[in-house]
């Protein structure tokens, strides 16, 4: 009696304190911290802090930091909110890494099905193949026989394995049938960096990084890897890989938002809904498709549909990564 007592009380303060949390989220006492898996000044952080400046009304004026857990192609961060306390102050703003790391890893400390609440999509995002200002290759046939002279000697910057630019970077030596060094960094900000310098000779990123690097002309701009031409001012003049000769090369990046398992649905819902706000925010999406990017409009940012699209990732590039024959512990 006593025992089925106190398990129904304890039921009770559960059912309680989760009605509470909801009613009171976002309290205006608390932050949110959304973690980036990269590097600050790289593209998914981009991304972060724009969403976060649309999210912040809608969330009754929360303040929101951005937490820079970089590392290991985006796992450490990952790893950290599935971690974190499911009460809707912790969430994830990540990539396709969600759905390449689980393939390209042996051991992840998490499960990207299980220990996540899937929050919805928020972007896609083509790639640019773009070099160091000081390579004598002016166009993409001119770097194509320029690799083929340095073979073994050309070097690729990534952000890790696991992470968009090491995706692109892998497609990108398969068609070509050549091999470089890749140069892992916590996050594109530092590669794109070094890549100025002259320190790296390539690297495959997001047009979130790229495009104010490429119309500044701290760059050199190859192509973009969607299969049709872009439309953003700054890029439309960039032909694609596949007319280049890479037949049929495509690589667009996704971003995504997540909260650790357990996070309560009434919780869920206003995350949801004010991502759904800021997803519709004029100025957000100006800023986006200033960079290239495409906001989500579709049903993928509804939970469900979201977690249905990353699993088809997930099946998507089984195949492609076990080709490359990449894995990491
Ligand atoms: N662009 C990076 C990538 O290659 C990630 C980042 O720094 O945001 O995945």
């Not at 306390?85 to 042996?106: C, E, F, I, Q, S």
């Not at 070094?194 to 190859?222: R, S």
Request: aromatic fraction near 6%.
């Amino acid at each position: 009696m006593n025992k089925i007592f106190a398990v129904t009380a304890l039921a009770l303060a559960a059912s309680i304190t989760t009605g509470v949390q909801a009613q009171e989220f976002p309290a205006k006492d608390k932050v949110l911290t959304m973690v980036v898996p990269f590097a600050a000044g790289g593209p998914t952080d981009r991304v972060a802090r724009d969403l976060a400046e649309a999210m912040r009304k809608p969330l009754g004026g929360i303040s929101i930091v951005i937490d820079n857990a970089a590392g290991a192609g985006s796992t450490i961060g990952n790893a950290k909110v599935a971690r974190a306390n499911a009460d809707g102050y912790t969430v994830l703003v990540t990539h396709v890494g969600m759905a390449t790391t689980p393939v390209l890893y042996r051991k992840l400390s998490y499960n990207y099905e299980t220990d996540f609440e899937y929050l919805g999509m928020i972007n896609d995002v083509p790639m640019t193949l773009i070099g160091k200002p000081q390579l004598e290759a002016k166009n993409f046939a001119e770097l194509r026989s320029w690799i083929g002279k340095n073979a073994g000697k050309v070097n690729l910057g990534n952000a890790g394995i696991g992470s968009a630019s090491h995706l692109c970077g892998l497609l990108f030596q398969s068609e070509l049938k050549t091999e470089m060094t890749t140069v892992p960094y916590k996050g594109t900000a530092p590669a794109i960096a070094d890549l100025i310098g002259g320190q790296i000779d390539l690297l495959c990123d997001q047009t979130t990084n790229t495009t104010a690097q490429i119309e500044g002309k701290k760059v050199i701009p190859y192509a973009v890897t969607t299969l049709k031409r872009l439309n953003t001012p700054a890029l439309k003049d960039l032909p694609t890989l596949d007319e280049s000769g890479l037949k049929n090369f495509q690589v667009t990046i996704w971003h995504g938002m997540y909260a650790p398992k357990g996070t309560p649905a009434p919780v869920l819902k206003k995350l949801n809904d004010a991502l759904k706000v800021a997803l519709k925010d004029p100025e957000f999406i100006k800023k986006q498709e200033g960079l290239g990017a495409v906001v989500v409009t579709d049903k993928r940012v509804e939970p469900a549909e979201h977690k249905k699209f990353v699993q088809a990732e997930v099946a998507r590039f089984g195949p492609v990564i076990k080709a490359a024959g990449v894995y990491a512990d």
